[in-house]
């Protein structure tokens, strides 16, 4: 540490008038002044065991483990150099060190300047009292001595000045070193701050993004406000008035950016209460959200509308309904008309051209049903071929009903266009009224549901609904309720049907066939629960069931002893359902059987309604093991180019043309032709139906493969199936 030595020179001490004449002086009373710098020790720490500060000092010093013992020793030691080492520049050193080390244990300078004043009055008496000190020299000494306190008390000052000023120094960079910090940070980040002095309308500090975004930007008194959109000004000043009154307030806002872009800005105002509880400044934030709230936009949008057409979704229909009830309960004489819309022939589009196809039609039909539309109504897609009508506030619901019904008949008279091709569909329309049918919207759109389901069984153009539409409904859901009860209650069993070879009578495997046990009906057969699980949508669950099922009891046989294979027939929804491969793969490998056991009947329409699709899904089958037959064929339309692209195994001749073959030439024309076609194909070929001798016969000198029907045996529970696999041999 480089110190200033102006204290060490010998100017000082003449400046002091230290003259060596005085410093013998002290030289030859050193034995009396050292003396008394041994009992002014004792003295000095009873002298600072008076006050307070000091006495809670010394005890913490003493309670950390320190030696006031030493620290007395050690204070005789400094006065003793004192009287010996005046002129020693380490000596003289020292002190200043002594000054800075006081600075570091934050010992008070006026502590300091205390205990020089003690010594001073101390040494005096000394000098006063002592016999050894001559009158004459009394005075000199004294002087002396006061001049060495001084010195001796402006070096240690010195250190301890020193000592402070760097602290201070060292303090006042790591200030500054914050304040860039906080600089950098401020102007980096993209908030935009500033912070307002409210009560002299003038700004305290703005970041240097404010002023790049634009140079108007901080007229006060509300930052900001001159480039937000005029119609959003009113909330940010609502929201300034609100900060004015102590309350932290945030407020979305669009600005008009520099390249003549909006965008959305999120701004907080917090205000700072002095001690009297007076807002006087104003801190502000401002986040740019453009982003966030355009993403918020878009879900919003996807929540309430539909993606494909930008209609009102089913969500979004529902509460405007809700919202129309209301209303018309409000206004006397006011209705509601809800109208439910179902296309015709819609799936022929979308199985024959494609998706594509499909989507482009219903944008078609989206655009002309607005045609249609009064303002305040709200038009809806609910889903695939489905959409939905509001007509609020209406005075004659049922006349403002029938005039719109005949505006949407009319939107589908003319043609649909997609690839150069016309497209004609047709829709059933059912109409529901409030108050004239229910009182809230869920009753409304069940009753709208129900009337349009009769009209479309009617062929209808339109249908309100009337009581009494519903006990089919009714009886519909209470089916389709017990049927998912029966899924869960295992309330379901599989019969199996054998199948011959004709050619020699050897069993070539079993149908399975599903039958309910209904625990209050009895024993239902197919028909009776199937078509409502078709159309409720709960097939492929059956389905699912069927196969697993069958699998695991194929799986008993085979462990018995008993090889066989097993079919099944296949669901349109189950078939079509992108995941139907796996499913068969995870039923075969629950079972643990291999894919030669299972066979897999689809009717011929569900194999032709997507033809490609079909080839690729009876082509993954295949590949896995898993045989493929043609079910109820001559029934559909499929072509011989069609046909021959399938990689299936069989063809199922329809029992209509088996049943009666031989006592109806056309159907037995029908049995000889498919059987031909299927030769040449290279398919084995299976009548179903053969409840007779006489059919029996006919299809085996026909060389037809393989039969099936009551003739042979009916469906059987699985116990009797495994009697009569036995007795087959």
């Known amino acids: 540490m480089n110190w200033d030595n102006r204290f060490l020179n010998q100017e000082v001490n003449a400046f002091l008038e230290i003259d060596c004449q005085q410093l013998k002086l002290v030289e030859r009373y050193q034995g009396v002044l050292t003396q008394g710098a041994q009992s002014f020790a004792d003295v000095f720490y009873q002298y600072l065991f008076k006050f307070p500060a000091t006495s809670k000092m010394l005890a913490e010093y003493s309670r950390k483990g320190g030696d006031l013992d030493r620290l007395n020793q050690k204070q005789v030691s400094h006065l003793f150099s004192l009287m010996t080492h005046q002129n020693d520049p380490a000596y003289l050193e020292r002190l200043k060190h002594i000054g800075e080390v006081h600075y570091e244990r934050n010992i008070d300078p006026v502590w300091i300047l205390g205990a020089y004043r003690l010594y001073q009055n101390h040494i005096h008496a000394i000098i006063h009292d002592s016999a050894e000190v ?14 060495l306190l001084f010195r001796d008390m402006g070096l240690m000052l010195e250190g301890y000045w020193y000592a402070a000023t760097h602290s201070l120094q060292d303090e006042k960079n790591k200030v500054d070193d ?7 940070l401020l102007t980096n980040i993209p908030q935009l701050i500033w912070s307002i002095d409210v009560i002299n309308n003038k700004p305290i500090y703005i970041s240097p993004t404010v002023e790049e975004i634009s140079p108007l930007s901080m ?13 959003d000004r009113p909330k940010v000043e609502a929201a300034w008035t609100r900060a004015l009154k102590g309350e932290k307030a945030e407020v979305e806002s669009r600005v008009h950016a520099p390249e003549g872009k909006l965008r959305w800005f999120k701004r907080t105002f ?10 006087v400044r104003i801190d502000g934030i401002m986040e740019e959200i453009t982003e966030t709230k355009l993403a918020r936009n878009r879900l919003e949008r996807m929540a309430t509308t539909d993606s494909l057409t930008g209609l009102a979704n089913r969500a979004l229909w529902f509460d405007h309904i809700k919202q129309s009830i209301a209303v018309a309960r409000r206004e006397a004489g006011k209705q509601v008309v809800v109208m439910l819309l179902d296309l015709n022939h819609f799936k022929y589009i979308n199985d024959t051209l494609g998706h594509p196809a499909g989507d482009l039609v219903l944008r078609q039909v989206s655009n002309r049903l607005q045609g249609v539309l009064r303002d305040g109504d709200t038009l809806a897609r609910l889903g695939g071929d489905e959409f939905a009508l509001l007509l609020p506030m209406v005075n004659d619901a049922r006349a403002a009903a029938i005039k719109v019904a005949q505006k949407i008949q009319a939107c589908f008279r003319e043609p649909y266009m997609f690839g150069g091709n016309e497209l004609y569909l047709g829709v059933a329309i059912g109409i529901t009224r409030y108050p004239d049918n229910g009182q809230d919207a869920d009753t409304l759109v069940r009753c709208a549901d129900m009337a349009m389901y009769t009209c479309k069984r009617a062929n209808a153009a339109y249908q309100f609904y009337q009581t009494g539409l519903d006990e089919p409904y009714r009886k519909q859901i209470h089916l389709v309720s017990n049927i998912k009860k029966a899924l869960r209650q295992n309330e379901f069993e599989l019969h199996y049907q054998p199948k011959v070879i004709l050619s020699n009578g050897q069993t070539n495997g079993l149908e399975a066939l599903i039958r309910w046990h209904h625990p209050e009906q009895g024993r239902l057969l197919p028909n009776e629960f199937i078509p409502v699980a078709e159309q409720m949508g709960l097939m492929k669950e059956l389905t699912e069931w069927v196969i697993a099922t069958a699998l695991r009891q194929n799986k008993a046989w085979l462990v018995s002893g008993i090889n066989t294979t097993v079919a099944v027939n296949v669901s349109a929804r189950s078939f079509q359902d992108h995941h139907f ?4 793969k995870n039923a075969l490998e629950m079972a643990d059987v291999s894919a030669d056991c299972l066979e897999l009947e689809i009717t011929e329409n569900t194999l032709m309604s997507n033809i490609d699709f079909a080839a690729d899904i009876i082509r993954s089958l295949s590949d896995i093991g898993v045989k493929v037959a043609i079910d109820d064929f001559g029934t559909g339309y499929s072509s011989l180019a069609y046909l021959k692209r399938l990689p299936i195994d069989q063809l199922k001749i329809d029992k209509s043309f088996v049943k009666n073959m031989d006592r109806d030439d056309n159907d037995a024309a029908i049995v000889r032709s498919v059987i031909d076609l299927g030769h040449n194909l290279g398919f084995k070929v299976v009548a179903e139906g053969v409840e007779r001798p006489q059919p029996m016969q006919m299809l085996k000198n026909l060389g037809c493969d393989i039969a099936q029907g009551y003739h042979i045996s009916r469906p059987m529970p699985t116990v009797a199936t495994t009697s009569w696999l036995s007795q087959a041999g």
Do not use: E, M, Y
Not at 178 to 184: G, N
Not at 273 to 279: E, F, L
Not at 581 to 584: I, T, Y
């Open 134 to 147: 001559q009158p004459l020299d009394r005075g000199p000494l004294a002087d002396c001595l006061n001049k």
């Open 178 to 184: 914050l304040q860039r910090q906080i600089s950098d």
């Open 219 to 231: 007229k006060l008194p509300i930052p900001c406000l001159a480039w937000t959109v005029k119609c």
């Open 270 to 279: 917090h205000p700072f209460i002095d001690a009297s509880g007076n807002v």
């Open 581 to 584: 491969v796996r499913s068969v």
